[in-house]
């Protein structure tokens, strides 16, 4: 019996918003190809098609592209083209790919049944389990088994008034949540003080998009893995002038907690697109300079700029601006409230999304909905230095970020950023000699350099310019992503 004719299709599917279909057998990918068509060619398809995919692993692009073409007539290779073109490395951990403007989503998650199973939260309308014996599922998979963002995205497709959100803070966070809610078709208002923004985060010209890795692959590693891929197929048509591929390099630490990385990666069998372990020579031919060490290289690393970036991401039809200094949020009759410190409601809207850091915080105790002990309440602020140092102080700079005991980033016009500090307990944060020191001596520790210091013992800081900030930290060092406990329609993206 065809995958068509068990679930019904496509009748069970017409005059419905969305369709979620979980694939327990994910196989060589050809009911998906014959799935996606048979959607496209139904006039009374749902408005959206979710595909849930288990796999143990994951083919190379190349082999399933020819896998496909060898199973699907020519009608249909313009589709597994469009799956190649986006086919994830064999990961484990959850990947997402876009297709049809966003219409289609295909959502793999890689890894042993015992593992993905039981981290699913999804609704699925029906279940394939392939051509054999239907496989027996655990109780995670059911209707009520929905993720905090379905919900969300749920609601809205199924109350088209509903499709509005007000986000507070236009930082990278909140940046990323409106572009991502306008992309599917939302009205996004974002409120923040840009002028105070740019003010305090003008001079923070680079930043670095890189993964990690630990011994056990634990939720830090995951979660770093992930949002590093997620973020750079969502922004994949950012200009390479404000995200730039240039990969990094992770070394081998030389002092404090020393972690052999080299037995690190060769328990994990990563394949080498993602990482690999490098010597010290060819960590030098990578980075274009000396370098007496080695470590991890991370080919799909990427040096990004924060402010352009924003700018990017906030300019996608659907998203609005509006300058606001945010005091408190209020519920009346099913709307978040969003008030300025006269008690003018500015902005209203059916979800509430608080994305501005350490101001988050600050948001929700005059709003009386932090509650005592909860984890939001521990965030605290650990304050941070980085120095631009001029290029040819550093040889013209690495080729690629280089990272262990802090981090230098490849030149941008004319400098390279290093950093950077951790200082506990501050009132506030400026550039300082002492910051902008021990920023050098980090890079100097890095690439090799240790005449590098003296050059700059008793300089001034007009010539080498610099940002000091604030990090939001929160305890585990994990940042509080979805709803806030015991409210409807108040989300946080914070930490």
């Known amino acids: 019996m065809t995958l068509f004719a068990r679930l019904g299709l496509p009748q069970a599917w017409q005059a419905r918003p969305r369709y979620t279909l979980l694939m327990v057998d994910w196989s060589d990918g050809e009911s998906f190809i014959r799935l996606w068509q048979r959607w496209k060619e139904d006039p009374c398809r749902p408005d959206r098609l979710h595909v849930v995919a288990l796999s143990a692993s994951l083919v190379e692009s190349s082999v399933l592209g020819s896998r496909l073409r060898a199973l699907t007539p020519s009608s249909l290779h313009s589709l597994v083209d469009q799956l190649v073109a986006q086919w994830p490395l064999n990961l484990p951990g959850t990947h997402r790919l876009d297709f049809e403007e966003l219409s289609v989503t295909l959502t793999i998650a890689v890894g042993p049944l015992a593992v993905t199973m039981p981290r699913l939260a999804v609704s699925a309308d029906a279940i394939w389990a392939g051509e054999a014996a239907a496989v027996e599922l655990p109780k995670v998979v059911s209707s009520e088994s929905r993720s905090p963002t379905d919900r969300m995205l749920g609601?809205?497709?199924?109350?088209?008034?509903?499709?509005?959100?007000v986000v507070v803070g236009a930082g990278i966070a909140g940046a990323g949540v409106a572009h991502a809610l306008a992309l599917r078709g939302w009205r996004v208002q974002v409120l923040d003080v840009t002028s105070r923004r740019q003010q305090e985060h003008g001079a923070h010209v680079a930043a670095a998009l890189t993964p990690m890795v630990t011994r056990d692959d634990d939720i830090r590693a995951r979660l770093s893995r992930a949002g590093s891929l997620r973020a750079q197929a969502r922004w994949s048509q950012v200009s390479e002038d404000i995200l730039?591929?240039?990969?990094?390099?992770?070394?081998?630490?030389?002092?404090?907690?020393?972690?052999?990385?080299?037995a690190v990666l060769a328990g994990l069998s990563f394949p080498p697109e993602w990482v690999r372990f490098v010597e010290a020579s060819e960590a030098s031919d990578i980075a274009g300079l000396q370098l007496n060490r080695g470590g991890l290289f991370f080919p799909t690393a990427a040096r990004l700029r924060p402010e352009r970036l924003i700018e990017t991401l906030l300019a996608v039809e659907g998203v609005e601006r509006l300058e606001v200094h945010v005091e408190r949020v209020d519920r009346v009759d099913g709307q978040w409230h969003v008030l300025d410190k006269h008690g003018k409601t500015c902005a209203a809207a059916p979800q509430l999304i608080l994305a501005g850091a350490l101001g988050t915080q600050d948001i929700l105790q005059r709003s009386a909905l932090l509650e005592p002990g909860a984890r939001l309440s521990a965030m605290h602020a650990l304050g941070g230095e980085i120095t631009l140092l001029p290029e040819s102080a550093l040889s013209g700079g690495p080729r690629c970020i280089v990272s262990g005991d802090g981090y230098v980033l490849p030149a941008l016009e004319g400098n390279c950023v290093v950093g950077s500090s951790y200082?506990?307990?501050?009132?506030?944060?400026?550039?300082?000699?002492?910051?902008?020191?021990?920023?050098?001596?980090?890079?100097?520790?890095?690439?090799?350099?240790?005449?590098?210091p003296a050059k700059f013992n008793n300089f001034a800081l007009d010539p080498l310019n610099g940002w000091a900030g604030w990090r939001a930290v929160l305890p585990g060092r994990l940042p509080f992503i979805g709803p806030l406990f015991n409210t409807q329609g108040l989300w946080v993206a914070s930490g």
Do not use: F, T, Y
């Not at 591929?245 to 080299?262: N, T």
């Open 155 to 165: 609601l809205a497709v199924d109350q088209k008034e509903a499709r509005h959100a």
């Open 244 to 262: 730039w591929r240039c990969g990094a390099l992770q070394l081998q630490r030389m002092s404090g907690r020393i972690v052999d990385l080299k």
């Open 423 to 452: 200082v506990h307990g501050a009132q506030c944060m400026a550039p300082s000699i002492a910051g902008g020191l021990g920023n050098i001596e980090r890079a100097a520790g890095l690439l090799g350099q240790s005449q590098l």
